[in-house]
């Protein structure tokens, strides 16, 4: 009888059943999602961001198709998390699928409180979304060291939950960022998210935007979070990854592995196919079939240098 491979994976002493992440902001509240999509074939899938009080988001237009890709500003609008907890987190156990929680706001508190409410839950982990707009200082906690280490401090303090640090790729060095959030207490990283981008109607002469600027997500940034996860894994071997960016096929996992990402997270092509998991999943096992690979440990960090 021909040996399955063994396609889980871990993320530090968290283990996934698969290495694939269904990332935040593509898949609703997850309990939604569940309902269109097979969730089995992630490991984890990653609850829409929520911050303290309720946020209204950005007006429209808030997404716009551009060429490979996508841009949206839509400001992460959610109803705030106690209202999140009260209608979303008593349907979490019942998805079949581990559910991470992610965590936004204005300061540090804001997270350790949103966290905390999170904790209540049935989710498994919490995601703190570092490359949102920090609105008080009008930047972004994943482009300061100090800033988004203090932010995971007080995630840390508020919850003993395995801990992820979304960061940036927009950062110019990426890697003391995942340093610092380390040493704060995160468990893993997830690299990266959207990059900045625009567009403008010709015919219009307006912004595809309303507030301008948004992330740029797709097919085209996966160099970029590949480099960016190349550069993480290579100077800290030890802090377990979440790669993501531009993920549609099996290759693409096989590539972010080989990279140095213990999981693979799937984005914005939930938009275009929902149930693209299991093609993913289905292409993985293809592969790792074909050339004799037994287990996903196989790949992470196995790039064989010129």
């Known amino acids: 009888m021909k040996t399955l491979p063994r396609l889980g994976t871990r993320l530090g002493d968290y283990s996934l059943r698969t290495p694939l992440v269904a990332s935040c902001g593509t898949v609703g509240s997850v309990a939604d999602f569940a309902g269109v999509a097979d969730l089995q074939v992630y490991g984890a899938a990653v609850a ?23 841009l949206n500003g839509i400001g992460i609008q959610n109803p705030g998390v106690r209202a999140w907890r009260d209608e979303i987190g008593s349907q979490l156990s019942a998805i079949g699928t581990d559910v991470w929680g992610s965590a936004v706001g204005h300061t540090a508190e804001e997270f350790g409180e949103v966290a905390s409410v999170l904790a209540t839950t049935s989710v498994t982990a919490i995601e703190a979304k570092l490359s949102c707009p920090n609105l008080e200082g009008g930047g972004m906690f994943a482009l300061d060291a100090g800033a988004a280490s203090r932010v995971i401090a007080a995630i840390r303090q508020a919850t003993d939950l395995p801990l992820g640090a979304k960061l940036s790729p927009n950062s110019e060095q990426i890697v003391p960022i995942a340093s610092a959030v380390a040493e704060a207490g995160a468990d893993w990283v ?59 096929t099996g290759d693409d996992v096989v590539e972010f592995l080989l990279a140095g990402a213990s999981a693979v997270g799937v984005g914005s092509a939930h938009f275009a196919s929902p149930r693209i998991g299991e093609r993913i999943m289905r292409q993985l ?22």
């Open 285 to 306: 096992a293809k592969y790792f079939r074909r050339h004799r690979i037994d287990d996903v440990s196989e790949l992470i960090g196995a790039v064989r240098p010129w």
């Open 190 to 248: 997830v690299l990266g998210n959207t990059v900045w981008g625009a567009g403008f109607d010709i015919e219009t002469r307006r912004p595809l935007l309303s507030g301008v600027v948004g992330g740029y997500s797709g097919r085209p940034i996966k160099p970029i979070a590949l480099r960016c996860v190349w550069e993480v894994s290579t100077s800290m071997p030890d802090l377990p990854i979440v790669g993501t960016g531009g993920v549609a």
């Open 48 to 70: 829409k961001s929520v911050s303290p009080t309720p946020w209204s988001g950005r007006k429209p237009p808030r997404l716009a198709a551009t060429g490979d890709g996508m």
